[in-house]
């Protein structure tokens, strides 16, 4: 009993290496991702853009009868940068689960191996 549980062991960790090795085809980082939120993110990039402009043009020559005051333009511009900011890290985290997972994966199989490893050459000295 003693030579099976190492074998086991070392076998688990083949499998766990294996499986991560695989696991970005399974669970691929866009699988999260709608195309709703691209078309979104899209658009508060695009909108962030030309606020930006917009704001620096009314601080560098204020004109209240054009449009809205810069007060109101930076509110909607920091409403526009924060989302943006928010759907950039969900997006940001998408893509790195799938990558953290086969990481802690690879890893526990390799510790697998090795420990299994050395009880099996311990045992035969």
Do not use: C
């Not at 499986?19 to 993110?41: D, H, N, Q, Y």
């Not at 909607?76 to 940068?81: A, F, G, I, R």
Request: proline share 4%; glycine share 12%.
């Amino acid at each position: 009993m003693k030579s099976v549980l190492p074998t086991i062991a070392v076998a688990l960790g083949l499998v766990l290496v294996v499986v991560s090795l695989l696991w970005g085809v399974l669970f691929p980082a866009g699988s999260g991702w709608t195309e709703e939120k691209s078309l979104r993110m899209r658009e508060l990039s695009e909108r962030a853009h030309v606020l930006g402009g917009q704001l620096q043009a009314a601080k560098a020559k204020p004109d209240m009868k054009k449009g809205l005051n810069p007060a109101e333009m930076e509110a909607e511009y920091k409403q526009v940068t924060t989302e943006l900011a928010q759907l950039g890290e969900e997006a940001e985290g998408k893509i790195q689960a799938p990558k953290t997972a086969a990481s802690i994966l690879r890893w526990a199989g390799v510790a697998f191996v090795l420990a299994g490893g050395m009880v099996i050459y311990a045992g035969k000295g």
